[in-house]
């Protein structure tokens, strides 16, 4: 219960300035009436120990507090300007352990936490009284507890061990007055606590020769051995001192683990026979099997000589999925039972992972793209159309009918004024058809075929409209054989208009992507993945195969299928591969157990890694060494049966043709044939006598 006795005035005063807008300033003051007690009681709390504990919260920039102690013990404070500099600072709750535990309603200490503060400073006035012990440091659940516990960081799990955090700057005052006394004091107290080596502990041990107060840092890194270190000296004069080492984090200060050792969650999933999973994560061998895993694993085993400390790999078959009833496999089953402290694996940063465990930055970055062989050339069904647009084909054949059109009305004019005498055939409309195919295809009629003059006019430019039509349809078709060809599958809409079969890798984060995803064109795109799912849903290798058979887009982390893919192909076919983005960069983290202080190491340990270049060595040594394709674009250049194959079918089309209009013909002449021999010699009906009579 906190203590009834404080009380609160809020003063708004307004200072005005000249050429300033006015500010107000809100001041707290809080008085604490303590009931009668006995002055002479060895230990009692001074001005000087909340001076001291107010230079701290200063220090630390801390605007909520908290102070324990046991109001039997308490001396009555007269120095009322103390409290007043310290509630000028900060927000400050009074726990009164004594008259919180003989109250009816029974207030926790730790419901006083400001839990929606970053950090909250705690002044715990006399470390010696069992009362505070019990019920401020919570030796009274860790007494049968704690000692049970093995292995390690078993502080982390504990049931009070969120007190014991870099989240709360812990003041504590020790009643003795030798510092080896202090000290074996506190070894004796807070040995079983839950302490983990970002606590923020601070005690205290005053010198009565000349009010200076003895400070003292306390952590732990062994479950079993409490670390206390000289920290400094806050005297009336000179304030805090610190020695300068403890002006940094508590990551830079505490960076020897002391050889402890740390369970660390691993996922392998393709593991060859024969292999000692120590050897084949360590090795740079199978690179092919695992990359992601192991470039992961054998960067962060780098943390072992720096900090000091040993991983020990528990490996699982997978990052973890979450059942119906809440409960999780693979590697997050590990990290929510305490099982291992952190994954040595990059996890995925997922919505329903985030409020269960912590993650470090980003210490691998993969890249899912559609990966495929580019077409050579454009698209099979348009080759042949491909140097002229849409447009000008279509201007084309109405000059060709309006050519066709015009000459049949002057064939109609020379064999009505008889300037032609073979009029015969020049009178058809389809003599005029094959003339003007004639000329447009560069072969031309005969010289005599026409006599009147416009009509020769008219033949003349149509030839020359086919010369220069010629010309630059043929000048395309050489020039786009000779240059390099343009790609022109380089996005989603391109990719979803070819004619590549796509599909994707049989992994869950891509059902999740395209599942999610609000795009129609995604949408479209997996409803064709899912039309044929075991032709388009496969395996990584399996992706590969028909990746390199060419005509298949397949949606797959690149990092490991160049891998794969630089022992299907050759150089040339290799510089064919084209991506195509649909998803950003997935930037993946590792995975810490929450609250967990080794997120800050490991964060800033990936960090070093970066910008001192060892990340980048580390990942060249997973990637295939980029390949210089400007030599491969000077090959021979060919005309493939894959593009020349529209004009073998277009030919082959017109003799299928030819071959049933034949039938046709040759079945219409023999029944006109037929008809005709009827009509002129009909049949001649005898009777029987007369048939006797001639044989």
Same mark, same amino acid.
């Not at 936490?113 to 705690?122: A, L």
């Not at 000349?210 to 400070?215: A, S, V």
């Not at 059109?405 to 300037?419: A, G, M, T």
């Given at each position: 219960?906190?203590?009834?006795?404080?009380?609160?005035?809020?003063?708004?005063?307004?200072?005005?300035?000249?050429?300033?807008?006015?500010?107000?300033?809100?001041?707290?003051?809080?008085?604490?009436?303590?009931?009668?007690?006995?002055?002479?009681?060895?230990?009692?709390?001074?001005?000087?120990?909340?001076?001291?504990?107010?230079?701290?919260?200063?220090?630390?920039?801390?605007?909520?507090?908290?102070?324990?102690?046991?109001?039997?013990?308490?001396?009555?404070?007269?120095?009322?300007?103390?409290?007043?500099?310290?509630?000028?600072?900060?927000?400050?709750?009074?726990?009164?352990?004594?008259?919180?535990?003989?109250?009816?309603?029974?207030? #926790?200490?730790?419901?006083?936490?400001?839990?929606?503060?970053?950090?909250?400073?705690?002044?715990?006035?006399?470390?010696?009284?069992?009362?505070?012990?019990?019920?401020?440091?919570?030796?009274?659940?860790?007494?049968?507890?704690?000692?049970?516990?093995?292995?390690?960081?078993?502080?982390?799990?504990?049931?009070?061990?969120?007190?014991?955090?870099?989240?709360?700057?812990?003041?504590?005052?020790?009643?003795?007055?030798?510092?080896?006394?202090?000290?074996?004091?506190?070894?004796?107290?807070?040995?079983?606590?839950?302490?983990?080596?970002?606590?923020?502990?601070?005690?205290?041990?005053?010198?009565?020769?000349?009010?200076?107060?003895?400070?003292?840092?306390?952590?732990?890194?062994?479950? #079993?051995?409490?670390?206390?270190?000289?920290?400094?000296?806050?005297?009336?004069?000179?304030?805090? %001192?610190?020695?300068?080492?403890?002006?940094?984090?508590?990551?830079?200060?505490?960076? *020897?683990?002391?050889?402890?050792?740390?369970?660390?969650?691993?996922?392998?999933?393709?593991?060859?026979?024969?292999? #000692?999973?120590?050897?084949?994560?360590?090795?740079?061998?199978? %690179?092919?099997?695992?990359?992601?895993?192991?470039?992961?694993?054998?960067?962060?085993?780098?943390?072992?000589?720096?900090?000091?400390?040993?991983?020990?790999?528990?490996?699982?078959?997978?990052?973890?999925?979450?059942?119906?009833?809440?409960?999780?496999?693979?590697?997050?089953?590990?990290?929510?039972?305490?099982?291992?402290?952190?994954?040595?694996?990059?996890?995925?940063?997922?919505?329903?992972?985030?409020?269960?465990?912590?993650?470090?930055?980003?210490?691998?970055?993969?890249?899912?793209?559609?990966?495929?062989?580019?077409?050579?050339?454009?698209?099979?069904?348009?080759?042949?159309?491909?140097?002229?647009?849409?447009?000008?084909?279509?201007?084309?054949?109405?000059?060709?009918?309006?050519?066709?059109?015009?000459?049949?009305?002057?064939?109609?004019?020379?064999?009505?004024?008889?300037?032609?005498?073979?009029?015969?055939?020049?009178?058809?409309?389809?003599?005029?058809?094959?003339?003007?195919?004639?000329?447009?295809?560069?072969?031309?009629?005969?010289?005599?075929?026409?006599?009147?003059?416009?009509?020769?006019?008219?033949?003349?430019?149509?030839?020359?409209?086919?010369?220069?039509?010629?010309?630059?349809?043929?000048?395309?078709?050489?020039?786009?054989?000779?240059?390099?060809?343009?790609?022109?599958?380089? *996005?989603?809409?391109?990719?979803?208009?070819?004619?590549?079969?796509?599909?994707?890798?049989?992994?869950?984060?891509?059902?999740?992507?395209?599942?999610?995803?609000?795009?129609?064109?995604?949408?479209?795109?997996?409803?064709?993945?899912?039309?044929?799912?075991?032709?388009?849903?496969?395996?990584?290798?399996?992706?590969?195969?028909?990746?390199?058979?060419?005509?298949?887009?397949?949606?797959?982390?690149?990092?490991?299928?160049?891998?794969?893919?630089?022992?299907?192909?050759?150089?040339?076919?290799?510089?064919?591969?084209?991506?195509?983005?649909?998803?950003?960069?997935?930037?993946?983290?590792?995975?810490?157990?929450?609250?967990?202080?080794?997120?800050?190491?490991?964060?800033?340990?990936?960090?070093?890694?970066?910008?001192?270049?060892?990340?980048?060595?580390?990942?060249?040594?997973?990637?295939?060494?980029?390949? #210089?394709?400007?030599?491969?674009?000077?090959?021979?250049?060919?005309?493939?049966?894959?593009?020349?194959?529209?004009?073998?079918?277009?030919?082959?089309?017109?003799?299928?043709?030819?071959?049933?209009?034949?039938?046709?013909?040759?079945?219409?002449?023999?029944?006109?044939?037929?008809?005709?021999?009827?009509?002129?010699?009909?049949?001649?009906?005898?009777?029987?006598?007369?048939?006797?009579?001639?044989?």
């Amino acid at each position: 219960m906190t203590a009834s006795l404080s009380t609160r005035t809020t003063n708004w005063s307004t200072c005005v300035d000249a050429g300033r807008c006015a500010h107000i300033r809100i001041i707290t003051v809080l008085l604490l009436v303590i009931a009668t007690g006995n002055s002479c009681v060895k230990g009692a709390v001074n001005a000087y120990e909340f001076r001291a504990y107010t230079d701290i919260l200063a220090q630390q920039h801390i605007k909520h507090a908290i102070v324990a102690y046991n109001g039997e013990m308490l001396q009555s404070l007269q120095q009322k300007n103390t409290l007043r500099s310290l509630a000028d600072m900060t927000t400050v709750h009074f726990y009164d352990v004594h008259q919180a535990m003989n109250s009816k309603n029974f207030t #926790d200490f730790e419901n006083l936490f400001y839990h929606d503060s970053p950090r909250v400073g705690i002044y715990l006035t006399q470390l010696e009284d069992v009362l505070l012990q019990e019920h401020v440091l919570g030796t009274n659940v860790l007494s049968a507890t704690a000692a049970a516990v093995t292995g390690a960081y078993a502080g982390v799990h504990a049931n009070v061990g969120s007190r014991f955090n870099n989240s709360q700057v812990w003041f504590i005052m020790s009643t003795q007055h030798s510092v080896e006394t202090a000290i074996a004091n506190a070894r004796r107290v807070m040995t079983l606590l839950p302490l983990n080596i970002s606590a923020d502990i601070t005690l205290g041990v005053r010198m009565e020769s000349n009010n200076t107060i003895q400070l003292f840092d306390i952590y732990k890194i062994q479950p #079993d051995w409490l670390e206390i270190e000289a920290k400094g000296y806050w005297s009336p004069i000179d304030g805090i %001192q610190l020695k300068k080492r403890f002006r940094r984090s508590f990551v830079s200060r505490r960076r *020897n683990f002391k050889g402890l050792q740390l369970r660390a969650g691993m996922v392998i999933r393709e593991k060859p026979e024969g292999v #000692d999973e120590l050897d084949y994560l360590n090795t740079l061998n199978y %690179q092919k099997l695992d990359p992601m895993q192991r470039r992961v694993y054998q960067l962060m085993k780098l943390l072992e000589p720096v900090l000091n400390v040993s991983f020990q790999a528990i490996l699982r078959e997978t990052w973890g999925r979450s059942w119906p009833n809440g409960s999780w496999e693979g590697v997050m089953a590990m990290l929510l039972s305490g099982e291992v402290e952190f994954t040595m694996c990059p996890m995925r940063f997922v919505s329903n992972r985030v409020h269960l465990i912590d993650y470090t930055t980003a210490v691998h970055s993969e890249y899912v793209f559609f990966l495929f062989r580019h077409p050579r050339r454009n698209d099979i069904r348009n080759i042949f159309f491909a140097p002229f647009v849409e447009e000008v084909w279509y201007g084309i054949f109405a000059i060709a009918l309006l050519a066709t059109l015009l000459l049949q009305l002057q064939l109609h004019h020379e064999s009505r004024f008889f300037l032609n005498k073979d009029s015969q055939f020049q009178s058809r409309f389809d003599y005029a058809v094959l003339s003007i195919l004639e000329a447009f295809f560069m072969q031309g009629p005969e010289p005599y075929a026409f006599a009147a003059t416009s009509t020769r006019t008219l033949i003349f430019f149509v030839c020359l409209f086919s010369l220069l039509l010629q010309q630059f349809y043929g000048a395309f078709i050489v020039g786009s054989l000779l240059a390099v060809a343009p790609r022109t599958v380089t *996005n989603l809409e391109a990719l979803y208009n070819s004619s590549l079969e796509v599909g994707m890798e049989s992994i869950p984060y891509n059902f999740e992507f395209f599942q999610i995803s609000t795009s129609p064109l995604v949408n479209a795109i997996y409803e064709r993945i899912c039309k044929n799912r075991e032709r388009h849903i496969l395996t990584i290798e399996e992706g590969a195969k028909r990746i390199a058979k060419g005509g298949f887009a397949f949606h797959v982390s690149v990092n490991r299928m160049y891998i794969l893919l630089k022992e299907m192909l050759t150089e040339k076919e290799f510089c064919d591969l084209q991506e195509v983005s649909v998803i950003p960069a997935l930037h993946i983290g590792l995975g810490v157990t929450k609250n967990s202080p080794l997120r800050e190491y490991i964060t800033t340990s990936v960090l070093q890694f970066r910008t001192s270049g060892i990340s980048q060595y580390s990942a060249n040594q997973w990637q295939i060494p980029q390949m #210089d394709c400007s030599l491969s674009q000077n090959h021979e250049v060919e005309v493939d049966l894959q593009h020349f194959l529209p004009a073998i079918m277009l030919l082959g089309a017109a003799m299928l043709l030819s071959v049933g209009v034949l039938i046709l013909e040759i079945l219409y002449y023999n029944l006109e044939n037929g008809l005709k021999r009827t009509r002129l010699c009909p049949r001649i009906t005898m009777a029987d006598q007369e048939r006797e009579f001639i044989n």
